[in-house]
């Protein structure tokens, strides 16, 4: 919680415009950098979020150019949310500075420290997966 709650204070950009992502977005743009373009059903699936939450969220995202609708490229039915070229670059940014600041916090830990840590990490994230019937692609 705190780790999620203090990120901001990592980072000197400010949020909104072309700054930070809000947290919403960004988890958004991560999932569907992750699997590909999706549906607000695939999303509302892999979040657990009802469909209301998610078309106020990729209204937003869409607002900002963040993302795009496209055709499934599958050729189903429902249009899908693909990240523009602006968006994946913004996403890389704040990814970017979000291990910058950590590196900073973690900088008097030693290698073997951070490597428990994200080793730990890890394990934590994909044991919430799994008790939650979610798991994040690739873990």
Known sequence: MLL??????????PLGADGRLDRSA??????IEAEG????GQLSEAFG?????????????????????????DGGIARKFAITPDGARRLAAERAENIQGL???????????????AGYLGRLNRDIERADGRPWPGH
């Open 37 to 40: 373009p999706m549906s607000i």
């Open 4 to 13: 999620g709650r203090y990120m901001h204070l990592l980072s000197p950009r």
């Open 49 to 73: 979020l009802d469909t209301s939450t998610l078309n106020r969220q990729t209204a937003a995202m869409l607002r900002a150019g963040i993302v795009e609708r496209i055709p499934d490229p």
């Open 103 to 117: 590196a900073k916090v973690m900088n008097d830990w030693t290698p073997e420290e951070v490597a428990d840590f």
């Open 26 to 31: 960004y988890l958004l743009l991560s999932r």
